[in-house]
């Protein structure tokens, strides 16, 4: 796994991996640098509408790449403990986790 944005807090890029486990179709996955700047990169599969995960679960995507929501919201993550959420490609922290790093990335003007 790796993510461009030189580790800035909060960039994200929606990649097609593949999964683990079986030889399957590529799917798409959101990487991201932990939006409170804690320094972790981390990874959620996301489901298009029309997909499903197991039991219904899973992170349910708009289908954009450069302004991408995502829902439900995230968190807490471990180690930091970060909660928010990614909405039109803009991240939003809530309840008690940590705050949003000053310099968060928000997709779309500076996404090409
Ligand atoms: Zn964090």
């Given at each position: 796994?790796?993510?461009?944005?030189?580790?800035?807090?909060?960039?994200?890029?929606?990649q097609?991996?593949?999964?683990?486990?079986?030889?399957?179709?590529k799917?798409?996955?959101?990487?991201?640098?932990?939006?409170?700047?804690?320094?972790?990169?981390?990874?959620?599969?996301?489901?298009?509408?029309?997909?499903?995960?197991?039991?219904?679960?899973?992170?349910?995507?708009?289908?954009?790449?450069?302004?991408?929501?995502?829902?439900?919201?995230?968190?807490p993550l471990?180690?930091c403990?970060?909660?928010?959420?990614l909405?039109d490609?803009?991240?939003?922290?809530?309840?008690?986790?940590?705050?949003?790093?000053?310099?968060?990335?928000?997709?779309?003007?500076?996404?090409s």
């Amino acid at each position: 796994m790796s993510i461009n944005g030189k580790g800035q807090a909060g960039y994200f890029e929606v990649q097609q991996l593949s999964d683990a486990n079986a030889a399957r179709d590529k799917q798409n996955w959101l990487v991201f640098n932990c939006p409170c700047g804690c320094g972790k990169t981390r990874k959620t599969r996301l489901f298009s509408a029309g997909e499903r995960g197991q039991g219904g679960a899973g992170y349910h995507w708009n289908g954009s790449r450069l302004l991408p929501s995502v829902e439900p919201a995230f968190g807490p993550l471990p180690v930091c403990g970060f909660r928010g959420y990614l909405r039109d490609g803009v991240w939003n922290g809530y309840g008690n986790g940590p705050e949003l790093a000053k310099d968060c990335y928000s997709g779309g003007a500076s996404a090409s």
